[in-house]
């Protein structure tokens, strides 16, 4: 099996994101010693906005090959202004490709990559859940779910830290949660 691990935020060793999605990669290559896992660093490496050579690529790119070549996605995402960090978008725009990842029908658009497992770490700064004050704005997972949805992965994972900007003792309180919950995860999950 393959890995393509992937984190986006920009704060680097003080990223709540990346903590969770490490403990995810971890749990599941403890879980299965033979998973090949590719990294990448969407905030150091960032990609370039999208642009009509890109989007007009008729074999894609290398970060679709990738992403299609891989069995288990792993996101590391922070929610930066209500939404995912600009270079998850980015790497987004790379893969969701007609006729690749999806395609249209006359019923509507039917996702091609619902053979994959996706799990993503999102941290958030405020509450954001259901039934939070602030859910009506969360547009982090809301539109990850969607994102996959439309390519065909129905069930991604997530693991959430929220309140991670309320103060230590909570963000620590809260990370540490999230990785204690990454650490049960197996492949089969």
């Not at 202004?81 to 690749?100: E, M, V, Y």
């Amino acid at each position: 099996m393959k890995l393509l691990h992937l984190d986006s935020s920009i704060l680097g060793e003080n990223s709540a994101s990346r903590a969770i999605s490490a403990a995810i990669v971890s749990s599941l290559t403890k879980a299965d010693p033979s998973i090949t896992v590719t990294y990448r660093d969407l905030a150091s490496d960032a990609l370039p906005h999208l642009t009509t050579d890109v989007l007009g690529a008729p074999d894609g790119t290398p970060e679709l090959a990738e992403f299609l070549a891989s069995d288990i996605i792993v996101i590391g995402a922070g929610m930066y202004n209500f939404t995912i960090p600009s270079q998850l978008k980015a790497w987004i725009d790379r893969i969701l490709i007609a006729g690749k990842t999806f395609r249209y029908t006359a019923e509507g658009p039917v996702g091609l990559a619902g053979d994959k497992k996706v799990y993503v770490g999102l941290a958030r700064g405020g509450y954001y859940g259901e039934g939070a004050a602030g859910a009506a704005v969360e547009h982090a997972e809301t539109y990850l779910r969607a994102v996959f949805g439309f390519i065909g992965i129905q069930d991604p994972t997530f693991i959430l830290a929220e309140g991670i900007a309320i103060d230590a003792q909570t963000c620590e309180n809260a990370v540490s949660s999230a990785v204690e919950q990454a650490s049960t995860l197996s492949v089969s999950a």
